[in-house]
């Protein structure tokens, strides 16, 4: 196999969750770049179709829902072609200290950033979604492992879901399915300018003079992502990159 064929995506049918901008956006779209065709899914429709639109929409295909509802997975599921892999990138951040925490707050964390990743993985396999030596990659965080002040539904529902993905790895070595998982530090994205605007510029300023090389760019997560779907990464399963621009050294 020659290095073109290795780290290219053609004739790979790929589904990206959180498509309608930021790091899923960029996924979806360097995997046409690839070679490959894509089943892009969001909650924001009018988002999710800007996406579609810097695609090639003859071959690619796009379902608007919400994925932490009790029917939408089940009809994602049912709808989708038979995929070659899949790139979970749906989630949140919010922060409560731990004398804030009740139900309520762990229920949502724990839906949006766990739960509705394992139950659409659940369904798509059920259902034989998957083509044999599929790749499932998810996106994780550097919170994982690095907790940080108010962090405690974030960090615990992304262990959790690097946990799943382990689990993914040895259930379905069998068939050749491989699972991993990206640890992104900060990246430019809309969950970026949210932080922004709700800390003051000195916090900020302050928490990115820590990265040695910088806050990343959805792109720099997207050509990670290309790495592990593609055949170049077929002896990689149930392990994580960390991307976090130098951040964690000092931690480590």
Not at 121 to 145: P, V, Y
Not at 192 to 220: C, F, N, T, W
């Amino acid at each position: 196999m020659n290095i073109t064929d290795s780290f290219g995506l053609k004739g790979k049918t790929i589904l990206v969750t959180g498509a309608s901008s930021g790091i899923g956006r960029s996924v979806a779209e360097h995997i046409v770049k690839a070679g490959g065709r894509v089943v892009i899914t969001g909650r924001n429709e009018v988002r999710l179709n800007e996406t579609f639109q810097l695609l090639d929409t003859k071959r690619d295909l796009q379902y608007a829902g919400d994925l932490t509802s009790d029917d939408f997975p089940e009809q994602l599921a049912a709808q989708a072609p038979q995929l070659d892999g899949m790139v979970y990138c749906a989630g949140f951040v919010h922060s409560f200290p731990i004398k804030f925490l009740n139900d309520s707050k762990i229920r949502e964390t724990m839906r949006i950033n766990f739960e509705s990743a394992v139950l659409l993985t659940s369904k798509l396999l059920r259902l034989k979604k998957f083509n044999n030596r599929a790749s499932l990659l998810f996106l994780s965080s550097i919170s994982s492992e690095f907790p940080h002040k108010g962090g405690t539904l974030y960090c615990a529902s992304k262990a959790a879901l690097e946990t799943f993905t382990k689990t993914i790895a040895v259930e379905y070595a069998h068939q050749g399915i491989r699972a991993n998982y990206l640890r992104p530090g900060m990246v430019i994205t809309p969950m970026y300018d949210k932080a922004k605007a709700d800390a003051s510029s000195e916090v900020m300023d302050a928490h990115i003079a820590r990265y040695p090389l910088g806050p990343g760019q959805p792109e720099d997560i997207a050509l990670a992502a290309l790495y592990f779907l593609s055949p170049a990464s077929r002896w990689v399963t149930g392990t994580g990159l960390i991307m976090d621009g130098g951040l964690t050294l000092d931690n480590k």
